[in-house]
T-cell receptor
Framework: DVKVTQSSRYLVKRTGEKVFLECVQD?????MFWYRQDPGLGLRLIYF???????EKGDIPEGYSVSREKKERFSLILESASTNQTSMYLC?????????????FGPGTRLTVT | DAKTTQPPSMDCAEGRAANLPCNHS???????VYWYRQIHSQGPQYIIH???NNETNEMASLIITEDRKSSTLILPHATLRDTAVYYC????????????FGKGTSLLVTP
């Protein structure tokens, strides 16, 4: 079974802190994604990566950056956390090509910024 | 991308088949229909996808109408653990990488 793990299930940070969310997948997938999920807004793509060191902005990249130094690991960085970044963050991975939409999600990190 | 329409909620008795409909009347020829579900407090889970033929796997069956304007996800013997929000998503080669989850159908399986 594909396994996508995220470093924390729950996280509380203060405004202005730098926050790191880590995601690891064990299926050698090329693609990795970071989404956030908010009530009434559904899932929104923040960034994705299609290869090591390669990244592309999603729909809402402002206030976030990402890092992919190894194929299995994709990190989301909140440079200076703000209260409007309180959300559920979901990491996903998928193969490339035809199977790119078969995305496997981690359990999510519920981040609260106070 | 084709827009999808799903009923907001459905109930199903445990052990019965759950049939979840989805309308996608503007689907184009190269777009696939994907189904995901999200159990409360978990990440979304891929279920199945298809282009025009019916598909079956260990989780569910997908029936796509001949004109491809609608589809039905079938859970043949629903259990309480199938209570979740089910999302129908249409994606194709030019859709970009993001999965656009709409509001989905909230399925409640009752004892």
């Amino acid at each position: 079974d594909v396994k996508v793990t995220q470093s924390s299930r729950y996280l509380v940070k203060r405004t202005g802190e730098k926050v790191f969310l880590e995601c690891v997948q064990d299926m050698d997938h090329e693609n990795m994604f970071w989404y956030r999920q908010d009530p009434g807004l559904g899932l929104r793509l923040i960034y994705f990566s299609y290869d090591v060191k390669m990244k592309e902005k999603g729909d809402i990249p402002e206030g976030y950056s990402v890092s992919r130094e190894k194929k299995e690991r994709f990190s989301l960085i909140l440079e200076s956390a703000s209260t409007n970044q309180t959300s559920m963050y979901l990491c996903a991975s998928s193969p490339t090509g035809q199977k790119a939409y078969e995305q496997y999600f981690g359990p999510g990190t519920r981040l609260t910024v106070t | 991308d084709a827009k999808t329409t799903q009923p907001p909620s459905m109930d199903c008795a445990e052990g019965r088949a759950a049939n979840l409909p989805c309308n996608h009347s503007t689907i184009s020829g190269n777009e696939y229909v994907y189904w995901y579900r999200q159990i409360h407090s978990q990440g979304p889970q891929y279920i199945i996808h298809g282009l025009k033929n019916n598909e079956t796997n260990e989780m569910a069956s997908l029936i796509i109408t001949e004109d491809r304007k609608s589809s039905t996800l079938i859970l043949p013997h629903a259990t309480l653990r199938d209570t979740a929000v089910y999302y129908c998503i249409v994606r194709g080669a030019n859709s970009g990488y993001a999965l656009n989850f709409g509001k989905g159908t909230s399925l409640l399986v009752t004892p």
